[in-house]
């Protein structure tokens, strides 16, 4: 079949295709993912973003990466992921850490969902004065 105008069903064959070619390139080269992007198009073009993910740590999720690096930090600070604490009269958790903020780093959440961020400094005597278990 030859593609003489890009339409909306003409791209889902591409689409496929494509998607069909990336599966051989990355069990050919030991690549995690190989994904194709949105489409973009009119008569005579189509433009796709392609990515694709090397193996190994590469190949782990954006999030899992921020909690392994989160966990690293507050491991230094003799904190936590996860740990729970009192302070001004609501329990918080302990839920990232952001190390381009050095005042308050700590990413923290309440019971109700609302997010917060704090110092180490704060954290760590709140968790030492009221830590909740």
């Known amino acids: 079949?030859?593609?003489?105008?890009?339409?909306?069903?003409?791209?889902?064959?591409?689409?496929?295709?494509?998607n069909e070619a990336l599966s051989k390139i990355t069990a050919k080269y030991g690549l995690s993912a190989a994904e194709i992007g949105?489409?973009?198009?009119?008569?005579?073009?189509?433009?796709?973003?392609?990515s694709i993910t090397a193996g190994g740590n590469a190949g782990?999720?954006?999030?899992?990466?921020?909690?392994?690096?989160?966990?690293?930090?507050?491991?230094?600070?003799?904190?936590?992921?996860?740990?729970?604490?009192?302070?001004?009269?609501k329990i918080l958790e302990i839920v990232g850490y952001n190390s381009r903020n050095h005042k308050n780093a700590i990413e923290l959440k309440d019971e109700k969902g609302r997010g917060f961020k704090g110092s180490i400094d704060m954290v760590k005597r709140s968790v030492?004065?009221?830590?909740?278990?």
């Open 60 to 89: 782990k999720k954006v999030a899992e990466q921020k909690n392994e690096t989160a966990a690293f930090y507050l491991k230094m600070a003799g904190l936590q992921l996860g740990q729970k604490f009192k302070a001004q009269g």
């Open 1 to 18: 079949m030859k593609i003489i105008k890009f339409e909306k069903a003409t791209l889902d064959l591409v689409r496929n295709e494509l």
């Open 128 to 133: 030492q004065l009221f830590g909740v278990k």
């Open 38 to 50: 949105r489409i973009s198009y009119d008569d005579m073009t189509m433009t796709t973003k392609l």
